[in-house]
Every structure is written in structure tokens, then in C-alpha cells.
């Protein structure tokens, strides 16, 4: 397994988890083969031209795209036992964390997976526990003839969500907390920040050293570093195609955030000048 951490913005970082080769080739668990079937009848669903199947294709495209991209990062990293099921050693040696130097330091790499690896268990486990709790009680919608039985498919798969990102950040956490992990400054990844962060940042050159490029990434604000257009490049640099739908997701996701973030604190100012000039 190799770790890669992806800078989103100046503040948010995407981690993606990539099975090497030859973990890849070894045998797949029941889950993920029952996984991978679902995602072949969703892709049948998907290029019917009309009916229920068409509709509910649309409609859970849509819901997938506001699950946070934090969910589906941790979702990429396998469950400790799983990876040990498919890599007898793992756990003995350290894991590769590829990531650009010029636009994250390397001694906050850690500090941030582990902050990654914790904050988000509770909601999980919380999530996880409500979704497969609630199922049960859509049965009766099953005796409905031909309309499947949309909650009851829906609450299982946020529920299994749920709990493969749970298992995702406590191996992560694993990692972290048991210093297995080695951060490595990918020079493809150096090369392609060093034109983003230049384009972003007016007081940045691309030819800048990666130590005074990333000063600059810590002194600025929270602004967008990536554009929909790189997540395929990064998926090639990193040789990792799922990478692209992923970090898609997390560049919409991050921008829209600051989009609402700057027209909030453009409102707070506004209201501001407005009660100025009446005092």
C-alpha cells in the first residue's frame, strides 16, 4: 500500500490510499467482490435511456457527489486486517506517504494524518450505527411491487460507508501512532505545485526554492490550489486512476466551501459599513 497526500487548497489536504500491484493481484475479500459486482449493475443502470433505473442512477450520482470527500478518502484505505490479510508484513515496515514539499512541510505531514485519522470517527461510528439500526424499518416497502426498495438500499450503503471510512482512519491512525509511515517529497508532485502555488499566490515564483515556496503556503489564507483539470494529471503523475474522480470530488467540494466562506465574510462586512453609517 502506498499513501498519497494531495493539497486541495492552501489548508485542505486529500489523502488517497493506492494498493500496490501486488497487493492488488491477491485474492479479494467477499466484500469487495459483492462491491464490485454493485458497481457493474450500477454502470448497467446507468446507460438505460428511461425507466426507474435511469432515475435513481441520476438521483444517487447526485447524493454521492455531497458525501464529503473526507468520507471517501478514508473509504480508500483498506482495514488494517484486510491488509494484513493480503500482506503478512504489514505493520512490521513503513508505509511510503508520497506528497509535494513545496506546498505542505514535512514535519506537519504527520501531525495532519493524524488529525485526519481522529476527527472523523465518532461521526462514523454514530452514522454507521443509525443507518444500520434504521434499515430494518424500511422493510414494508419491499411488498410494494416493482419499485425497489430505495431506503432500505440506501440506509445499507451509508451505513457500510460509514464503516469502511471508520476502518480506514483507525488503520490510519495505526500507522500514524506507531511511526510507520514515510514522508516522501514525490518530485512529479513538486513540479506540478510549483506552478499552482505560483498561480495562486502573487508573491510566489514557480522557479522559488521548495523551502521558501512552502513558507509561503503557511502564511497565506485558505485559497483553492488545484483545478478540476488537474485531477487526471495527478492520477497519471501518481499512477493511481482512481485518484482523478477523487480528488474531482474534493476540488468542487473545497471551492464551493470557500466560495460560501468568502460571500459569509463579504456579508459580515457589508452589515458592518451599514451600521457605521447609521451610528
Known amino acids: 500500500m502506498r499513501l498519497f497526500v494531495v493539497p ?11 494498493l500496490l500491484r501486488k497487493d492488488a493481484s491477491t485474492e479479494r475479500s467477499i466484500i469487495d467482490r459483492i462491491t464490485n459486482k454493485t458497481a457493474e449493475t450500477w454502470t448497467k443502470w446507468e446507460e438505460a435511456d428511461k425507466g426507474w433505473q435511469k432515475h435513481l442512477v441520476s438521483w444517487g450520482n447526485r447524493v454521492q457527489q455531497r458525501i464529503p470527500y473526507e468520507e471517501w478518502a478514508l473509504k480508500s484505505i483498506p482495514s488494517l486486517r484486510a491488509q494484513r490479510r493480503i500482506d503478512e508484513l504489514h505493520g512490521t515496515r513503513k508505509v511510503d506517504v508520497l506528497f509535494p514539499g513545496n506546498a505542505i512541510k514535512e514535519e506537519r505531514l504527520l501531525p495532519i494524518l493524524h488529525k485526519l485519522s481522529k476527527e472523523r470517527q465518532d461521526l462514523h461510528r454514530r452514522r454507521m450505527l443509525w443507518s444500520f439500526i434504521a434499515a430494518p424499518f424500511t422493510a414494508p416497502i419491499a411488498l410494494i411491487p416493482v419499485i425497489p426498495n430505495i431506503p432500505f438500499f440506501y440506509l445499507v450503503y451509508r451505513g457500510w460507508s460509514h464503516w ?3 476502518n480506514g482512519s483507525k488503520h490510519l491512525q495505526f500507522l500514524v501512532e506507531n511511526n510507520l509511515l514515510n514522508p516522501v517529497s514525490y518530485p512529479g508532485l513538486v513540479e506540478l505545485y510549483a506552478k499552482r502555488v505560483s ?10 526554492p521548495v523551502s521558501e515556496m512552502v513558507e509561503d503556503v503557511e502564511k497565506s489564507d485558505d485559497k483553492i490550489l488545484l483545478r478540476i483539470r488537474d485531477a487526471k494529471k495527478l492520477a497519471t503523475i501518481l499512477d493511481a486512476p482512481g485518484l482523478a474522480l477523487e480528488a474531482e470530488r474534493a476540488i468542487i467540494q473545497v471551492s ?6 468568502d460571500s ?4 459580515g462586512a457589508s452589515e458592518k459599513s451599514c451600521e457605521k453609517r447609521r451610528q
Not at 498561480?199 to 522559488?208: C, M, Q, R, V
Request: aromatic share 2%; no cysteine; charged share 35%.
Open 199 to 208: 498561480s495562486t499566490l502573487e508573491e510566489t515564483d514557480a522557479e522559488d
Open 264 to 267: 459569509s465574510t463579504q456579508e
Open 164 to 166: 469502511r471510512a471508520l
Open 256 to 261: 464551493e466551501h470557500l466560495k460560501a466562506s
Open 8 to 18: 486541495i487548497s492552501t489548508r485542505r489536504a486529500l489523502i488517497y490510499a493506492r
